[in-house]
């Protein structure tokens, strides 16, 4: 099965825009669904599809994919995006479905 | 708005079978793939598996051996079993409907394996 690969950490500086990324072969035929989870919480879905957000995620996420890679931007980051952020996209083959390690983002 | 709730025992034995029921309200469960996924203590996310209306399973290859996903559409329910459990599979535990995403989410159940 495919693999979805993520850097386990990242800072930004509030205020400013910072980008998480997401590597694998399966995202070449399918989109990324992202994930924020803070300490103790369920995931929260904050994008899908080409760029979509669901109802009640702020603006300042976005979306965006190409070839390989899928990455989540946070335009003017809060101190309440701090958290984990996971990738997850179909698998390529037999209909699996599979998750990055996660990256931790640090507001700064 | 759906809402899922994860319940089962918070402490299994090694080698037992660790068995989690997960009930869907506020919509119907005949429709979407209804998942488990889990967390182990400082990891990333890990699909296990997931199940249709008609019973139709798909699991994770790595645990597919050791896994069955049944469901009840008369209760709304879905359930997890993972049998000869070792310190590995102590995570937390969470049912989520998908949909091409995962729009819903439970709650989360910690789950420790430890005689």
């Known amino acids: 099965s495919s693999e979805l690969t993520q850097d386990p950490a990242v800072s930004v500086a509030l205020g400013q825009t910072v980008r998480i990324t997401c590597q694998g072969d399966?995202?070449?035929?399918?989109?990324a669904s992202w994930y924020q989870q803070k300490s103790g919480q369920a995931p929260v879905l904050v994008i899908y599809g080409k760029n979509d957000r669901p109802s009640g995620i702020p603006d300042r996420f976005s979306g965006s994919s190409s070839g390989n890679t899928a990455s989540l931007t946070i335009t003017g980051a809060q101190a309440e995006d701090e958290a984990d952020y996971h990738c997850g996209s179909r698998d390529n083959s037999d209909n699996h479905l599979v998750f990055g390690g996660g990256t931790k983002l640090t507001v700064l | 708005q759906v809402q899922l709730q994860e319940s089962g025992p918070g402490l299994v034995k090694p080698s037992e079978t660790l068995s989690l029921t997960c009930t869907v309200s506020?919509?119907?469960?005949?429709?979407?793939?209804w998942n488990w996924i889990r967390r182990p203590p400082g990891k990333g996310l890990e699909w296990i598996g997931y199940i249709d209306r008609s019973g139709r399973t798909n699991y994770n290859p790595s645990l597919k051996s050791r896994v069955t996903i049944s469901i009840d559409t008369s209760k709304n329910q879905f359930s997890l079993n993972l049998n000869s459990v070792t310190a590995a599979d102590t995570a937390t535990y969470f049912c989520?409907?998908?949909?091409?995403?995962?729009?819903?989410w439970g709650q989360g159940t910690l789950v420790t394996v430890s005689s």
């Open positions: 989520a409907r998908f949909g091409g995403h995962f729009d819903n």
């Open positions: 506020g919509g119907s469960i005949s429709y979407y793939y």
């Open positions: 399966s995202l070449r035929g399918y989109y």
